[in-house]
């Protein structure tokens, strides 16, 4: 299937489906479109099932939630320090007023250096298995500290980390309350940091209004647009669930060289040259 999207994407053959895009714009916070033309309730309700919005964050056992923890974490996220250049913050390319991403084609890392993929935004990613778009880091504690380190990103090595936030007095009495008797350590930075990135969730939007039974929170055309999604389309196949996303790896054609979860998992035939499902949570603000 995928290299069909690959073949097609080449020769042009696929093309915005209005309905479609109405679909999706649903998904933001923003308000709905104007209604048109009615449609059938059955005519969409049998795919409806699995939509319903989640439940509370899971969070693991050996770093559970705090507002202590959560404030720390949120603290460090924002603060250029946790960069050599100290301009440069995981708020920098996790923008909330931008989706909590960029709002670029590509990151921009340490030195104003073009990066090699997109900034993916961190909406919902307390629900997720695999980070990055290669999957290659397994939780969200260990996400946190690699973009810290990378010397194309914020480029501050983890050994000069810990001495760094150590001589900065305000940080001691703050690591102090979250996490008693542990210290300041990279343990500690990366499970502050994940701790705030679990609250980092999309609000309630029309479309979760509707799924509800409030007929009139999304357009008739986004309705059709959400059938469309599920049926002809096969967008669903990918972007399943409350998140839209199914947390899986696809190769959707784009050309490069860049061979995502191949790189990672080099065996699997099926894995080369593909990335992680974005979320359409909040997609028009990306």
Same mark, same amino acid.
């Given at each position: ?11 042009? @053959? ?46 693991? @056992? /050996? ?6 923890? !959560?404030?720390?974490?949120? /603290? ?15 708020? /920098? ?15 921009? %890392? ?8 997109? /900034? ?8 997720? !298995?695999? +980070? ?8 969200? !504690? ?49 499970? #502050?940091?994940?701790?705030? !990135?679990?609250? =980092?969730?999309? %609000?309630?939007?029309? +479309? ?13 055309? #986004?309705?059709?647009?959400? =059938?469309? +999604? ?29 061979? %995502?979860? %191949?790189?990672?998992? #080099?065996?699997?035939? =099926? ?16």
């Amino acid at each position: 299937m995928y290299r069909s999207i690959r073949a097609a994407k080449r020769t042009g @053959a696929i093309r915005t489906l209005p309905w479609l895009a109405a679909a999706c714009l649903s998904l933001a916070w923003t308000n709905s479109p104007a209604r048109s033309e009615a449609l059938t309730p059955g005519g969409y309700q049998e795919f409806m099932v699995g939509y319903r919005r989640g439940a509370g964050a899971p969070v693991p @056992a /050996t770093n559970r939630s705090t507002p202590e923890r !959560e404030r720390l974490g949120k /603290t460090l996220f924002f603060d250029p320090r946790l960069s050599a250049s100290g301009v440069m913050s995981c708020g /920098t390319c996790h923008n909330p007023g931008l989706s909590w991403g960029d709002g670029l084609p590509k990151g921009v %890392g340490h030195g104003m250096k073009t990066l090699g993929r997109r /900034t993916p935004t961190l909406l919902n990613v307390a629900w997720s !298995e695999l +980070f990055f778009w290669d999957g290659r880091a397994a939780s969200l !504690e260990e996400q946190a500290l690699g973009p810290i380190a990378s010397p194309d990103e914020m480029n501050l090595p983890l050994e000069a980390l810990v001495p760094k936030l150590r001589a900065i007095p305000e940080y001691a009495p703050r690591f102090e309350e979250a996490y008693p008797g542990e210290g300041i350590s990279t343990d500690t930075i990366s499970k #502050a940091i994940a701790s705030f !990135e679990r609250t =980092v969730v999309s %609000g309630r939007a029309p +479309f979760d209004a509707w799924l509800e039974g409030d007929e009139d929170a999304i357009s008739e055309a #986004a309705k059709r647009g959400f =059938v469309l +999604f599920n049926e002809k389309a096969r967008c669903s196949t990918c972007h399943g669930g409350w998140r839209f996303t199914d947390d899986s790896f696809h190769d959707i054609g784009v050309g490069g060289e860049d061979r %995502g979860r %191949g790189a990672v998992l #080099a065996d699997i035939e =099926v894995l080369q040259f593909a990335f992680k499902t974005p979320t359409l949570r909040n997609v028009d603000r990306r």
